[in-house]
T-cell receptor, first 114, second 111 residues
Framework: SAVISQKPSRDICQRGTSLTIQCQVD?????MFWYRQQPGQSLTLIAT?????????ESGFVIDKFPISRPNLTFSTLTVSNMSPEDSSIYLC???????????FGQGTRLTVV | AQSVSQHNHHVILSEAASLELGCNYS??????LFWYVQYPGQHLQLLLK??????LVKGIKGFEAEFIKSKFSFNLRKPSVQWSDTAEYFC?????????FGAGTRLTVKP
């Protein structure tokens, strides 16, 4: 199993600013994932972050808007840049070890952009 | 495109009623299947998972799910729901390193 800590748990931000969300895992993991969960909706994968390589972004998400860092096997950050109210959402960090393993989730960061 | 479909958006039941939530996927090949639950104000928790073997899997809190390969389905069941089962339920499917979630089903259990 893995215990994931996300910071901050929530924030209210002004439009046009940026917020960096941190994800810390209590064990070394190969793959880390960032999801967005908009109000009343399911989880949408933003990107996959593997240590030592550039993050892989899903369709509709770009590095300029959501830059990701993965400096080691236990830590990652997601930045939401130049925020607008449409970015208001819950952002979730997730880890797993690939096929035949389950995914573990952080408690999420609830972002409100005003 | 690969997708995960949950047929019920919102289900309302009385306590002690039986529950079945549908989940279908469009992936081919070998998949891992999951049901996650999100209680109000809490993070996602794993209810149960299927990797291989017995297609009927049992999870926590009396939940079970049956993998029917021919139907590409992984429906969640519970014979008797409780008020505390009120939550959002997400089906998820993984093929290799690609994991996708269904839209979720909101379950409301009336006391």
């Amino acid at each position: 199993s893995a215990v994931i800590s996300q910071k901050p748990s929530r924030d209210i931000c002004q439009r046009g600013t940026s917020l960096t969300i941190q994800c810390q895992v209590d064990s070394q993991v190969t793959m880390m994932f960032w999801y967005r969960q908009q109000p009343g909706q399911s989880l949408t994968l933003i990107a996959t972050a593997n240590q030592g390589s550039e993050a892989t972004y899903e369709s509709g998400f770009v590095i300029d808007k959501f830059p990701i860092s993965r400096p080691n096997l236990t830590f990652s950050t997601l930045t939401v840049s130049n925020m607008s109210p449409e970015d208001s959402s819950i952002y979730l960090c997730s880890v797993d070890s690939g096929r035949n393993t389950e995914a573990f989730f952080g408690q999420g960061t609830r972002l409100t952009v005003v | 495109a690969q997708s995960v479909s949950q047929h019920n958006h919102h289900v309302i039941l009385s306590e002690a009623a039986s529950l079945e939530l549908g989940c279908n996927y469009s992936y081919g090949g070998t998949v891992n299947l999951f049901w996650y639950v999100q209680y109000p104000g809490q993070h996602l928790q794993l209810l149960l998972k299927y990797f291989s073997g017995d297609p009927l899997v049992k999870g926590i809190k009396g939940f079970e799910a049956e993998f029917i390969k021919s139907k590409f389905s992984f429906n969640l069941r519970k014979p008797s729901v409780q008020w505390s089962d009120t939550a959002e339920y997400f089906c998820a499917v993984r093929r290799n390193n690609d994991m996708r979630f269904g839209a979720g089903t909101r379950l409301t259990v009336k006391p």
